[in-house]
């Protein structure tokens, strides 16, 4: 009876550590299948934006025209910095792999500055656009130009919140199987971003300049 007693000792508590295990591996599976679907849902908004974008964007109601407005070396520069911004978060990842901690809060913070500097050159912008009377209500072209590419300043901005969010928790409880998880999804969301910009820059700034 003492020998069972020990033997159900030893099995019980890799038991409980596999069970445990398995249902991490469950939750982290079910928490990407989320984050999946929410960047589908969020690719569909942007489609429709850039949709709405193509119909308006020869409406300018006698005000500018592309040509007029838009600084291309400015937009270039920005497009650089996002860019750049996803090779430093995959940087990031590597560094996660290795366990290496901060040096992922190094290259997660060096993302977050790259971005914020991307937000801050896009305010600069619509700030330069509005003084000149370039304002949303003036023209259907203005309107969509203004709502498709503040809509992707916002998800940048809600990105850097992320990253300021992930640079606490790591702090504070490493990379656990937890953080890491957020980190990937962050990582699926910032690529995203850099995706629908290029897109962004080619429909928006690149061929209204050809027009």
Known sequence: MAQLEQAQAAVDPTFHLVEADDHDHETGGATLLGFWIYLMSDALIFAALFATFGVLSTSY????????????????LNTAILL???????????????????????W??????????????????????????????????????????????????VGII???VMLVQIGQR?????????????????????????????????LGMLR
């Open 162 to 164: 992320w990253i300021v």
């Open 84 to 106: 750049v911004s996803s090779i430093t978060y995959g940087f990031a990842m590597l560094a996660m792999e290795r366990g290496a901690v901060r040096t992922t809060q190094a």
């Open 174 to 206: 490493g990379l656990i199987p937890a953080n890491k998880r957020r980190l990937l999804c962050l990582s699926m969301f910032w690529h995203f971003l850099d995706v629908v910009w290029i897109g962004v820059f080619s429909f928006v700034y690149l």
């Open 61 to 76: 109601a006698g005000g500018p025209s592309p040509r007029e407005i838009f600084e291309l070396p400015l937009v270039a």
């Open 108 to 157: 997660l913070a060096v993302t977050g500055l790259l971005g914020a500097s991307f937000v801050g050159i896009e305010l600069f912008e619509f700030g330069a656009l509005i003084a000149e009377g370039a304002t949303p209500q003036r023209s259907g072209f203005l309107s969509g130009f203004f709502t498709l590419v503040g809509t992707h300043g916002l998800h940048v901005t």
